[in-house]
């Protein structure tokens, strides 16, 4: 069974559109969280959300939207898709909020956007 | 600003030969995490790093941190080609919404 899963694996779509991608973790963690690694691969956190509520919410356009509806799953919605919007997207969850003692990340295999 | 900086960012070694991978991170943290991506993978937690001069060792790699300096070193010995991955490094902020910032990668490439 994967931990932290994510859906779909690979996105390919017209700028313009709307899509989703989903997250699902079977881990028992309370915080979860979007990241983004651009074509450099720099990771940067996007959102988090501890048992529904939104933790962290950085500088991202509000054309991206996270959804918790419980805390095994955290969706991110993205209208209006940009070319800048490439990248891949990965979902991540942690046994507690602030990564409290000696808790890890624990992350999906990525879902990679393309915007064409 | 906040930021980690790895260096180098691309490293080609041959099996057997030892070499260490260098982070530093801009501002002061409690916890310093190393992770491994392989290629089109997820990353995978290697080591947490919890105080100063922690030193951890799984296997061939040996994970340090000196709080002071704001610097962490991987150290690989002994190098196979089962290391080949980007290794990241990250830090905890530890003011404010707590979160993990990281660095761009190390690229590490083994030969034989």
């Known amino acids: 069974d994967t931990a932290v899963s994510q859906t779909p694996k690979y996105l390919v779509t017209q700028m313009g559109n709307d899509k989703s991608i989903k997250c699902e973790q079977n881990?028992?963690?309370?915080?979860m969280y979007w990241y983004k690694q651009d074509s450099k691969k720099f990771l940067k956190i996007m959102f988090s959300?501890?048992?529904?509520?939104?933790?962290i919410n950085e500088t991202v356009p509000n054309r991206f939207s996270p959804k918790s509806p419980d805390k095994a799953h955290l969706n991110l919605h993205i209208n209006s898709l940009e070319l800048g919007d490439s990248a891949v997207y990965f979902c991540?969850?942690?046994?507690?909020?602030?990564?409290?003692?000696?808790?890890?990340?624990?992350f999906g295999a990525g879902s990679r956007l393309t915007v064409l | 600003e906040l930021k980690v900086e790895q260096n180098p960012l691309f490293l080609s070694m041959q099996e057997g030969k030892n070499y260490t991978i260098y982070c530093n991170y801009s501002t002061t943290s409690d916890r310093l995490y190393w992770y491994r991506q392989d290629p089109g993978k997820s990353l995978e937690s290697l080591f947490v790093l919890l105080s100063n001069g922690a030193v951890k060792q799984e296997g061939r790699l040996m994970a340090s941190l000196d709080t002071k300096a704001r610097l962490s070193t991987l150290h690989i010995t002994a190098a196979v080609h089962d290391l080949s991955a980007t290794y990241f490094c990250?830090?905890?902020?530890?003011?404010?919404?707590?979160?993990?910032?990281f660095g761009q990668g190390t690229r590490l490439t083994i030969n034989p």
């Open positions: 959300y501890n048992n529904k509520e939104l933790i």
């Open positions: 991540a969850s942690s046994q507690v909020l602030f990564l409290a003692g000696a808790n890890v990340l624990t």
């Open positions: 990250a830090f905890r902020i530890i003011q404010g919404a707590q979160k993990l910032v």
């Open positions: 881990l028992g963690h309370d915080t």
